[in-house]
């Protein structure tokens, strides 16, 4: 049986055929919808009369995006002296001298950061 899912408008359900009887099917059973932090979707599950829990990882997402906005001119110019690295086969080598100079093990290469 397909799913039913909240319409833009809050509290409106869309219905395919044959949800309604799933849906008082869950209603015995549903304690409670996790939800992403959108207010939109936390108020319509409210206004079906469903409890809405927040999503512990979508929160945990939205507080590390948070916190890397607060070192965004670090990163940049970390990512920039990585790009010089890398595209700079000489500058490159002398910094892979210099780590086993300094004796620092392992041998590692720079790597730029992964936006998701």
């Given at each position: 049986?397909p799913?039913?899912?909240l319409?833009?408008?809050i509290?409106?359900?869309?219905?395919?055929?044959?949800?309604?009887?799933?849906?008082?099917?869950?209603?015995?059973?549903?304690?409670?919808?996790?939800?992403?932090?959108?207010?939109?979707?936390?108020?319509?599950?409210?206004?079906?009369?469903?409890?809405?829990?927040?999503?512990?990882?979508?929160?945990?997402?939205?507080?590390a995006?948070?916190?890397?906005?607060e070192?965004?001119?670090?990163?940049?110019?970390?990512?920039?002296?990585?790009?010089?690295?890398?595209?700079?086969?000489?500058?490159?080598?002398?910094?892979?001298?210099?780590?086993?100079?300094?004796?620092?093990?392992?041998?590692?290469?720079?790597?730029?950061?992964?936006?998701?």
């Amino acid at each position: 049986m397909p799913l039913p899912y909240l319409s833009a408008e809050i509290g409106h359900f869309e219905w395919v055929s044959g949800t309604k009887v799933l849906l008082l099917y869950w209603e015995c059973k549903v304690v409670a919808f996790v939800t992403d932090s959108s207010p939109h979707v936390a108020a319509a599950v409210q206004l079906a009369g469903w409890r809405s829990l927040p999503c512990f990882a979508n929160m945990l997402n939205v507080m590390a995006q948070e916190a890397l906005k607060e070192i965004a001119d670090i990163r940049t110019k970390a990512r920039a002296a990585v790009e010089h690295f890398h595209a700079n086969v000489l500058a490159g080598d002398m910094l892979r001298s210099v780590q086993q100079q300094m004796s620092l093990l392992p041998d590692r290469d720079l790597l730029l950061d992964q936006g998701s």
